[in-house]
T-cell receptor, first 116, second 114 residues
Framework: GAVVSQHPSRVICKSGTSVKIECRSL??????MFWYRQFPKKSLMLMAT?????????EQGVEKDKFLINHASLTLSTLTVTSAHPEDSSFYIC????????????FGPGTRLTVT | GENVEQHPSTLSVQEGDSAVIKCTYS??????FPWYKQELGKGPQLIIDIRSNVGEKKDQRIAVTLNKTAKHFSLHITETQPEDSAVYFCAALYSGSGNTPLVFGKGTRLSVIA
């Protein structure tokens, strides 16, 4: 299967600071990337859909000014959590689908964010 | 919109036995049904998928069946091993362009007891 990476795998930041998470498709071009948030022992909650070169589409209840998403190239999308608070602590996961594989979506390994 | 129900939420089996996880979906237009395995602290891994023009697909010890009329699909794991222990998610989507997000079930925590 296709490979998606995320960086960093873990990050600890202080309240009020911002943190950027990168999602890269390593061996395919991803026209669409998705960002999820997962709470312990829960399913994946879709935050936004990101298409290369255009603005992300956010799900209802997700603050677009707090969770900034950029998809500037076919292999890279970034999620920036701005002015982080402890309640933003979570497991953030991206997935990507390729331009040719119209069905399959491949997930990154996730990023554990802890806000102190 | 699409809604996916997954059962059971937890499942314990003895090593070597079979495990079956079932999902139902609501949107008859959905045409793609993947299954993901998620180990603790990791991202979901695509293990098998099925498209609506196929009734069954098998890959070694894993198989998926699809009943479009009843709108349900199932994951079957035979000869279970301890390393099969994980959380399994089913999902559904209608996609003609790859831009549609998956709709996930709530997951099944499978424990294989040695």
């Amino acid at each position: 299967g296709a490979v998606v990476s995320q960086h960093p795998s873990r990050v600890i930041c202080k309240s009020g600071t911002s943190v950027k998470i990168e999602c890269r498709s390593l061996d395919f071009q991803a026209t669409t990337m998705f960002w999820y948030r997962q709470f312990p022992k829960k399913s994946l909650m879709l935050m936004a859909t990101s298409n290369e070169g255009s603005k992300a589409t956010y799900e209802q209840g997700v603050e677009k000014d707090k969770f900034l998403i950029n998809h500037a190239s076919l292999t890279l999308s970034t999620l920036t959590v701005t002015s982080a608070h402890p309640e933003d602590s979570s497991f953030y996961i991206c997935s990507a689908s390729s331009a040719t594989g119209v069905y399959e979506q491949y997930f990154g390994p996730g990023t554990r964010l802890t806000v102190t | 919109g699409e809604n996916v129900e997954q059962h059971p939420s937890t499942l314990s089996v003895q090593e070597g036995d079979s495990a079956v996880i079932k999902c139902t979906y609501s949107d008859s237009a959905s045409n793609y049904f993947p299954w993901y395995k998620q180990e603790l602290g990791k991202g979901p891994q695509l293990i098998i998928d099925i498209r609506s023009n196929v009734g069954e697909k098998k890959d070694q010890r894993i198989a998926v069946t699809l009943n479009k009329t009843a709108k349900h699909f199932s994951l079957h794991i035979t000869e279970t091993q301890p390393e099969d222990s994980a959380v399994y998610f089913c999902a559904a989507l209608y996609s003609g362009s790859g831009n549609t997000p998956l709709v996930f079930g709530k997951g099944t925590r499978l424990s294989v007891i040695a």
